[in-house]
């Protein structure tokens, strides 16, 4: 299963260094937003957002699809793996 979160944050961040005027890319120096400037607080909101879309991915429906796989499947032997690419505290 896929949710996105991952593209969501990237597009987002493209978003708000184009609203800076940054260059995007890998090999460049980062942007810093002050955060209690009006885009900081708009970029802080929405990676937050973004970051609530991908729990809700993860703790929310993940853990419903696996029940209901088990209770459709003859094998109900799923295994348990797990790829966190993104750490959400």
Known sequence: ???GAR???HKTAK???K???APGGMDVEPCVLPIDSDLG???FEAMRMAGEYAFAGRAGFAPAWRRSWE???ENSE???T???RDKID
């Open 1 to 3: 299963m896929h949710f």
């Open 7 to 9: 593209g969501l944050g």
């Open 15 to 17: 978003h708000f260094l």
């Open 19 to 21: 609203a800076t005027g």
């Open 41 to 43: 607080a708009e970029y």
């Open 71 to 73: 209770r459709r499947s």
């Open 78 to 80: 799923l295994p348990l």
């Open 82 to 84: 797990t790829e966190m």
